[in-house]
């Protein structure tokens, strides 16, 4: 599929101005840096929507989503993307619910508290939608089929019976594309799945573009456009040939 059928997709992970969490960054943002996010969405008239209305014609829209659900996005984030009446779609790891990314710690991350079942619940009563990210934080691309399968029912499972809603989207963690992705969300009853590298879309696996911390108004407005998805797309095939290129 040729890029640009999809809005652009944002992933964050962390808003916060602790320097503990500076381990974090990129995926970490301070205030500042979300503030001008929201900034230039609004300035350019763009609707945050969620999967879940993405049926709902749009002029521009553009969705937010938040990966792994830090308990401190109740600081700030959520509070300021509430007062601006915008939308995002948060993924859970839901074997971590009111833990904390226990999948980090080999990499020397901080430790981070994470949102428990009512934190999931007030969101998404409040409007927000909620993904799975997983049951446990693997990579999927690595486990068997069968084990996707049970991994992705068990997730689903426990956001529905939080939420009392239907659970139509899951982020792969660390952007991991499970193999047969396409049968094995549909067996699952998902509708779309988002990677953060692939250099052609479907809506099972749905292209995200990082904002980070040196990303200003100008950079971060070019990686809203169209162009900016094909070069990505063009970059990203480019670089897998490369790789299945044999060496002389
Ligand atoms: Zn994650």
Request: glycine share 8%.
């Amino acid at each position: 599929m040729l890029p640009g059928r999809f809005p652009p997709v944002i992933m964050l992970h962390h808003v916060s101005d602790d320097a503990a969490l500076d381990g974090h960054k990129p995926y970490s943002i301070s205030h500042g840096s979300f503030t001008r996010l929201l900034d230039v969405l609004e300035d350019g008239q763009f609707t945050t929507s969620g999967f879940e209305d993405m049926n709902i014609p749009l002029h521009k829209r553009v969705i937010i989503t938040f990966d792994d659900c830090a308990k401190h996005l109740w600081d700030f984030a959520i509070p300021e993307l509430q007062r601006r009446n915008m939308k995002a779609v948060f993924y859970m790891p839901t074997a971590c619910l009111g833990g904390t990314n226990e999948w980090d710690m080999p990499f020397g991350k901080p430790r981070i508290p994470l949102m428990n079942e009512a934190d999931i619940k007030h969101l998404s009563d409040m409007g927000m939608e909620i993904g799975s990210h997983s049951h446990n934080h693997v990579r999927l691309g690595e486990l068997r089929r069968s084990e996707v399968v049970q991994n992705l029912q068990q997730s689903k499972a426990i956001l529905e019976g939080i939420t009392g809603k239907k659970i139509i989207s899951i982020a792969y963690p660390f952007g991991s594309i499970p193999g047969e992705k396409d049968n094995i969300l549909k067996e699952t009853g998902y509708a779309y799945g988002l990677s953060i590298y692939s250099a052609f879309e479907n809506r099972y696996c749905i292209r995200r573009f990082i904002y980070h911390d040196g990303d200003d108004a100008a950079r971060l407005k070019a990686k809203l456009s169209l162009r900016y998805k094909i070069m990505r797309a063009v970059n990203d095939k480019l670089l897998q040939l490369k790789s299945a290129t044999p060496k002389k």
